[in-house]
């Protein structure tokens, strides 16, 4: 898609809502590290590139555990070894992953874009990065019941198990939806409870989760970054208003640009 096809799909979908439904944002990098250890020396130099935004440290279990295990054992293949944290956000660190977490209040895309380009000028310099493999964003949304109750008429889903009657709180359901080279990764629960601990919130409602992945090979990953972040977010703002009931958007308030 071009970019003035994506200027004018962007006019057709909402800036945002005022009534505000993410509990967490997420941005992860995968990549294939410049040499080995990249893990253990990431949280060093980024601490000091990016003190501002994250002043303290977190060392994570996966990290004691000794580098040649690590590089041997998938599943340490893109966990987390250390953390830097901020307020209401930090980042994760591991031998081929960079995770960017904002936990609610979700401060609006703009300053997203400011933080991530950050992030992305500190690790470009780093020069520990070989290859980006694989974008991705991801939105914890938490969708709070009108006079319904939180299940599955707020959105435009049906599921139907012939025959069965189906438990209000028991539906999980997860599916993958293509769109050009972006998949999304929609992980619905009909009553879901989050507590967000540093704003003493206990949230209930109903959880629409969009994970939606780019993956490469990127010709230039650090010059085609703000381009590439911008179309895996349009991706995901496709399938997340794609997906609510239009009573659910308009009682959650939909901004127009």
């Known amino acids: ?13 909402p800036v945002a809502v005022e009534r505000d439904t993410i509990i967490e944002f997420i941005h992860e990098l995968r990549f294939k590290p410049a040499r080995t250890g990249v893990g253990d020396l990431l949280p060093g130099i980024l601490s000091q590139r990016l003190a501002e935004d994250f002043p303290h440290y977190e060392r ?52 997203v874009l400011r933080r991530t380009g950050r992030l992305i000028n500190a690790l470009r310099e780093t020069k520990l990065i070989l290859d980006v493999e694989r974008v991705s964003v991801r939105y914890s949304n938490l969708i709070p019941p009108g006079d319904e109750v939180a299940d599955l008429q707020m959105l435009k889903v049906r599921l139907e198990l012939d025959g069965f009657e189906l438990s209000i709180p028991g539906v999980h359901i997860r599916a993958e939806i293509p769109d050009g080279k972006c998949q999304s990764i929609v992980q619905i629960l009909q009553h879901a409870i989050a507590e967000i601990p540093s704003r003493g919130e206990k949230l209930e409602g109903l959880l629409l989760d969009v994970d939606t992945l780019l993956p490469g090979p990127f010709s230039d990953f650090w010059g085609e970054y703000p381009e590439l972040l911008e179309k895996v977010h349009l991706a995901e703002k496709r399938v997340f208003f794609g997906l609510l009931s239009e009573d659910t958007l308009e009682r959650l308030g939909p901004k127009w640009g």
Request: glycine share 10%; no cysteine.
């Open 1 to 13: 898609m071009g970019s003035m096809d994506q200027a004018s799909e962007e006019r057709t979908l």
């Open 60 to 111: 994570l279990p996966g990290a004691d555990l000794p580098s040649v295990i690590r590089q041997h054992d998938p599943a340490m293949e893109f966990a987390g070894l250390h953390r830097l944290v901020g307020q209401g956000q930090s980042l994760t660190l591991g031998e081929r992953v960079v995770t960017l977490s904002i936990l609610r209040p979700y401060p609006g895309w703009p300053e």
